[in-house]
């Protein structure tokens, strides 16, 4: 699976304000074990939903349906 996603509305989630700072932001990795996107120990991604949502977005395009 591949595709784009929009993660700027993170920077405005409690907790996720770190994400502000492009240098932290782009300090991004895999956790070995469970394989969710994370910055910090207090901050991930759960690789489900990103799943998910790039899924969707493929369907989307697939279909024709715009997004914005």
Not at 39 to 57: D, F, G, H, M, R
Not at 59 to 67: A, D, Q, V
Request: aromatic share 10%; charged share 30%; net charge negative.
């Amino acid at each position: 699976m591949e595709g784009e996603l929009q993660l700027s509305y993170l920077k405005e989630k409690p907790g996720y304000e770190i994400l502000n700072d492009f240098s932290t932001f782009g300090n991004v990795s895999i956790d070995e074990t469970s394989k969710d996107i994370y910055w910090n120990k207090n901050i991930s991604i759960c690789k489900n939903v990103v799943y998910k949502q790039l899924e969707l977005i493929n369907m989307m395009k697939r279909l024709g349906i715009e997004l914005e």
